[in-house]
């Protein structure tokens, strides 16, 4: 692969189809049917350049990092802190501004109980502006992935603070207005996602953290929708914290990163405690690490990182710019297609917000899973169920939809296969 990022035009299909041989699963066959894969929201597909580095890794560095004095621990050690380096700079981080998780789910979590173990006094009295307690609140939206959101009804409940909650229009675009008037005095964190994982738009989040930070509330950012497919700056954005899944950007599974700027990171008490993460131990008390070593506990994830970084620097390669506008242009294309469907509703299709190739729709009178299934049926991989955002759907009035996602790799005669397929499906069950 030889693209490079000097211009934002969009991919073109010659690009698109050269990149599409560096993954091996797109060449694979599905009920008979070439493997159409439009679900890249919920997992993304892995080129050789990431599985060739988690195996070298494995194959020639394989030792436990920040332990041990000897040659290969230290190369292997080495490569970890480089994969912290190369993600880091990726979404515009500092280094020591990058905690290795397991995934997002966790690393929202991870702030979630740092804030919990503040609240009880842990953090010593540099951490008081961590603290929460009755009288003050943590505001999120109608639209969250459910781990942007129980996380915090978890949090509420521990320490007595309110959860507030921005709703949706009628469309699904968030109600700013009635976001700026709950964004008050008593507001200690806002929680929201980049881009929906349901609507594919990418929210005006600026107006959310100008908002916050006016108040003195801290920002959390679900980047998960936005980081493998958005060019990404954390500290132009000015959010405090952000989160990202592996998995979703080209790299493997059990690998997520959370974004914490310094100066909150060294007054957050740690969630997770055990080996790895200490300095002095003895058996009553122990000190801690300064981070990010202080949040990463027992044995990391040294392969799923190495891994990770490679799939970054791919994402480099190819130019965030360009995939971006790239996948601009097949989320227009896939909204446009399927809306012109008799019967088919696209979940936000009325909001008038620039959006990533993500597409999600109803049928009255046939479930998303039906339609799932007579998809899988021509070859083609889709997403069904509510995505874990049951609000965002109650308010829709759908219990759920069928989501359609693409990627760097994905084609535009692909994104019209699957609009021809939704609507010979409408037409097999109307005859049945």
Known sequence: MDIRTATAAALTDQEVLRLREDF?????????????????????????????????FATT????????????????????????????????????????????????????????NASAGRGGPEADRLRLGPGDEIVTTEMEHHANLIPWQELAARTGATLRVVPLDDDGALRLDVAAELIGERTRLVAVTHVSNVLGVINPVEQLIAAAHAVGALVLLDACQSAPHLPLDVHALGVD????????????????????????????????????????????????????????????????????AAAVRYLQDVGMPRIAAHEAELGARLVAGLSAIDGVRVLGAGIDLPRVGLASFDIPGIHA?????????????????????QPLHRRLGVTSS???STYLYTTGDEVDQVIDAVARTIDFFRRA
């Open 241 to 308: 914290f952000a989160v990202l899944s592996g998995h979703k950007m080209l790299g493997p599974t059990g690998i997520g990163a959370l974004y914490g700027r310094r100066e909150l990171l060294e007054i957050m008490p740690p969630f997770l405690t055990g080996g790895s993460m200490i300095t002095t131990v003895t058996a009553t008390e122990a000190e801690y690490l300064p981070p990010p070593q202080r949040f990463e506990a027992g044995t990391q994830r040294v392969s799923q990182a190495v891994a990770l």
């Open 402 to 404: 069928t989501r359609a």
């Open 24 to 56: 091996p699963i797109l060449q694979s066959e599905v009920n008979g049917h070439p493997l159409v894969y439009l679900d890249s929201g919920a997992t993304s597909q892995r080129p050789f350049a990431v599985l060739d580095a988690e195996r070298e």
């Open 61 to 116: 560095l394989n030792a436990a990092v920040h332990r041990g004095a000897h040659t290969l621990a230290a190369e292997a050690t080495v490569a970890f802190e480089d994969a912290r380096a190369a993600l880091a700079e990726f979404i515009g981080a500092d280094e020591n501004e990058v905690v290795w998780t397991s995934n997002a789910t966790e690393a929202v979590n991870l702030v979630a109980y740092s804030l919990s």
């Open 369 to 389: 899973h039906d339609v799932g299934q007579v998809l899988d049926d021509a070859g083609i991989a889709v997403r069904v169920g509510h995505h874990c955002a």
